[in-house]
């Protein structure tokens, strides 16, 4: 399965520099098993059911196989545009197939923080439950592009290029739809801070 849990090295910072960034993966197999669990999020709240999320990371990384002699820099805009069409896709098949059932089964939620690293601490493995449950709740009632720019900018540090080559807009409305999606958060959140 291509979902493999890596953990890549930061780069050891340099003072006046950015912050740490983590290295660029050498291989399309180190990057997909990186930014696996990452896309696995995005598309859950995005979709809101786990196999669906599952297939169409599934599908975008078989897509990326394509590229593979692309230059690296190139992997993670192409990847988030091809995982955001799939997402779409499977939106867009389930509103026609489905379109008279609304279909969520409270279960996906309760396994929303399957992803996190287990705590030795019951209450802060707890309290992190609770803080992806309220967070993931939040995302999905913002609207989807907002969502998109918000989980590509802030929680995936793409820059503003790069994520608007991902969800093919301009520059200026992935600006708006991050500050329109971060004020949305921060009324939804500001009873749970």
């Known amino acids: 399965m291509l979902l493999a849990t890596a953990k890549l090295a930061p780069v050891d910072p340099d003072p006046g520099q950015e912050p ?33 999320a599952l297939d169409v990371v ?68 707890h309290d992190g439950r609770e803080a992806w449950t309220k967070l993931a709740a939040a995302l999905r009632a913002l609207p989807r592009r907002q969502r998109e720019a918000f989980t590509l900018r802030v929680l995936e540090e793409l820059d503003v290029a790069d994520t608007a080559r991902a969800m093919d807009c301009s520059e200026g409305s992935v600006k708006t739809h991050l500050s329109r999606a971060r004020e949305a958060l921060r009324k939804q959140l500001e009873d749970w801070q």
């Open 58 to 125: 599934q599908e975008a990384m078989l897509k990326m196989l394509g590229y593979r002699e692309r230059p690296a820099g190139e992997w993670t805009p192409l990847f988030w545009s091809i995982l955001r069409s799939r997402i779409i896709d499977a939106q867009r098949r389930r509103t026609f197939r489905f379109g008279w059932l609304d279909h969520c089964d409270p279960q996906d939620e309760a396994q929303a923080g399957d992803w996190r690293d287990p705590s030795p601490d019951p209450q802060r493995e």
């Open 20 to 52: 740490p960034r983590l290295r660029e993966p050498q291989t399309l197999d180190a990057f997909l098993a990186a930014i696996g669990p990452r896309a696995f999020r995005f598309a859950e709240a995005g979709l809101r059911h786990r196999e669906d």
